[in-house]
């Protein structure tokens, strides 16, 4: 099976699917039992779309985002990510596909502590093995769109939460994704920060058409979803987009 | 190589320990090699100075010329062969002690033939031809014996002086001094000297021209570097040496491969990040492998350097070093490449990592 090149213009339009989760089953053994995490879950998540995810801790978000971003192979159903059906994939192929189209937030940034601002996102030019020229600048321009021009030069440790978080994002977007996936950004931020980086991960939903799920348990983050997902004990139901939602997005 | 070069210019401190430890096994492998190299010239470097291919010794002599004794039709077997020179050679140590002030010495005490292949300076040839006396390795005159000083040879009655210095050498430890085999023959077999001598060394002919008449003599050839396993304590130093030198090339592949493995337990969440970013198995192999191969390749240039100084510092004392470029070369290579068959003890480890970890779900 061949495995499609990064993303393309086409896998950006408006209405497709870029992430499409059909009938996946995840269980674990629990002693002599078996506890079913994802039970025939389905979801779809198209271009520009921001999907908020909640629910009660260890009813398996993390577990669905792991299953979407290709980082887990699901027991059994199909996880199709731009337009690529992955269930057949070898390992190699589904790191490619994971390279190539999805990228990760983290709920603590998750930097690495021997690279400075702009190098964590260089990096991620230099994974994809591109030139350094071109990473180089097109990293400084995406440190500017998160506000950090001035703090590029500066270590995971001389950063505030916010700005790690903000490096973080703009590291994701380096690799020019198709589909973003953000386990509970917000969660160690203050409320101010916190409402910035959310600002900022509508804004790059909207400008960059990105796929977006976010994991996330603050309420006032729903004001700029479009659909609000709810997970309990394996099964996921729809809630509807938050009476703000269309507002927020005009 | 994007994340180990900025790994290890940030992280110099974590790093420090290992270097230091690296650096020192260099230190002490550079020493030790040196020492073995020392060890060797002192050992063998008058034998390796004549200028002969061959030698046979009596059957069953193992290279030792004390248990050697052949006679002149030993010799004669290989006189006729076309292309080959021979002549006798005795070999055996001796105490030379002082009638005239000067210092006692061990010697190394060869008998050559003074118009054989065996002496080639010309002067030497000429005192060798005259009254009985030695001709002593150059480093005796640095320890203050003089032209004409005389020396009583133990077990024997003779006096002998001193007739000129030759150039420096040792053989098992001892330096080395020539006489005529004459006048060895008389302080080793005193009035019944029989033609005897301790081998025959060969010049020229090939295995092939000079096996037949080895088996009509009763000799085993032996070739100049197999001889050298004659000198007293030879091989046991140099296999000493050997071992030592292999055992702390294991030390250094085992301490370097529990340094990265205990780095990438650390690591664990940092890989599984990179991973989960799209970086392959291999590329984060390489990183860390070149990460490894960087600091263990400074930390031994840094430990083989500061080891010639230290030889450079020693050498000039009494302890048997010597540098030597090809040996310290490679120390270095085999302290590089252990270090990253060490390093590779942690691959597994990396493949294992599973990126999930990156979202902080357990593996």
Same mark, same amino acid.
């Given at each position: 099976m061949t495995v499609p090149a990064r993303r393309s213009e086409a896998t950006r339009g408006? &209405?497709?699917?870029v992430l499409a989760i059909d009938r996946v089953r995840v269980a674990y053994p629990d002693g002599p039992d078996t506890r079913v995490i994802l039970d025939d879950v389905d979801l779809s998540v198209t271009a520009g779309e921001l999907v908020v995810l909640t629910g009660p801790s260890g009813a398996g978000k993390s577990t669905l985002l792991t299953v979407a971003g290709l980082l887990r192979r699901p027991d059994s159903g199909e996880v199709t990510v731009a337009g690529t059906?992955?269930? &057949?994939?070898?390992q190699r192929q589904r790191t490619k596909v994971r390279r190539d189209h999805v990228a990760f937030v983290y709920q603590s940034a998750n930097?690495?502590?021997?690279?400075?601002a702009i190098e964590q996102l260089e990096l991620v030019g230099h994974i994809h093995g591109e030139k350094a020229s071109g990473t180089t600048a097109r990293a400084r321009s995406l440190l500017e769109r998160v506000d950090l021009a001035g703090r590029a030069d500066q270590l995971p440790v001389e950063l505030s939460g916010g700005e790690r978080q903000r490096v973080g994002i703009a590291r994701a977007l380096m690799a020019s994704p198709s589909l973003l996936i953000a386990d509970e950004?917000?969660?160690?931020? #203050?409320p101010e920060r916190a409402g910035a980086v959310v600002e900022l991960i509508s804004e790059v939903t909207r400008s960059e058409g990105l796929a977006t799920i976010v994991v996330a348990? #603050?309420?006032?983050?729903?004001?700029?979803? #479009?659909r609000r997902l709810h997970l309990d004990r394996g099964r996921l139901s729809e809630v509807g987009p938050p009476a703000g939602a269309a507002a927020q997005r005009a | 190589m994007f994340l180990a070069l900025r790994d290890l210019r940030r992280g110099v401190r974590r790093f420090l320990l290992l270097g230091v430890v690296i650096a020192l096994v260099a230190v002490l492998s550079t020493v030790l090699s040196a020492l073995a190299t020392g060890l060797v010239t002192d050992g063998i470097s008058g034998l390796r100075a004549l200028p002969f291919d061959r030698l046979a010794l009596q059957e069953?002599?193992?290279?030792t010329f004390s248990r050697s004794t052949l006679r002149g039709d030993a010799l004669d077997r290989f006189e006729?062969?076309?292309g080959v020179e021979a002549t006798p050679l005795g070999a055996s140590f001796v105490n030379a002690a002082s009638t005239s002030g000067g210092p006692n010495l061990d010697l190394a005490l060869f008998g050559v033939?003074?118009?054989?292949?065996?002496?080639?300076?010309d002067d030497a040839r000429g005192a060798l031809s005259g009254e009985p006396g030695l001709v002593l390795a150059s480093e005796l005159e640095d320890q203050g014996?003089?032209?004409?000083d005389r020396y009583a040879i133990s077990g024997s009655d003779l006096v002998l002086p001193v007739l000129g210095f030759t150039f420096a050498g040792t053989y098992g430890h001892a330096p080395i001094a020539f006489t005529s085999l004459d006048t060895w023959q008389q302080i080793n077999f005193?009035?019944?000297?029989?033609?005897?001598?301790s081998a025959v060394a060969l010049s020229g002919g090939s295995d092939d021209d000079l096996a037949g008449p080895a088996s009509e003599a009763g000799v085993e050839l032996y070739t100049k570097s197999e001889a050298y396993?004659?000198?007293?304590g030879f091989t046991a130093e140099t296999t000493t040496m050997t071992l030592i030198q292999g055992f702390l090339l294991v030390i250094s592949a085992v301490v370097i491969g529990a340094f990265l493995t205990v780095l990438t337990v650390q690591r664990t969440r940092q890989i599984g990040l990179l991973k989960a970013m799209g970086a392959s198995t291999s590329y984060i192999a390489r990183d860390a492998l070149g990460q490894m191969a960087i600091l263990v390749s400074v930390a031994t240039l840094c430990g083989v350097a500061l080891g010639a100084v230290l030889v450079t510092i020693v050498g000039?004392?009494?302890?048997?070093v010597e540098l030597n470029p090809t040996g310290t070369l490679g120390v270095a290579v085999s302290m590089i490449v252990v270090g990253l068959i060490g390093s590779a003890a942690a691959l597994p480890r990396i493949v294992k990592v599973d990126p999930v970890i990156a979202l902080g779900v357990e593996q």
């Open positions: 408006a &209405g497709s699917p059906p992955t269930a &057949g994939l070898s930097l690495l502590p021997s690279l400075t950004p917000t969660a160690s931020l #203050d348990h #603050d309420a006032w983050a729903e004001m700029h979803v #479009d | 069953g002599a193992e290279a006729g062969v076309d033939a003074p118009d054989s292949f065996l002496v080639t300076r014996v003089s032209v004409g005193g009035g019944d000297p029989d033609e005897r001598f396993a004659g000198s007293p000039s004392g009494d302890v048997p």
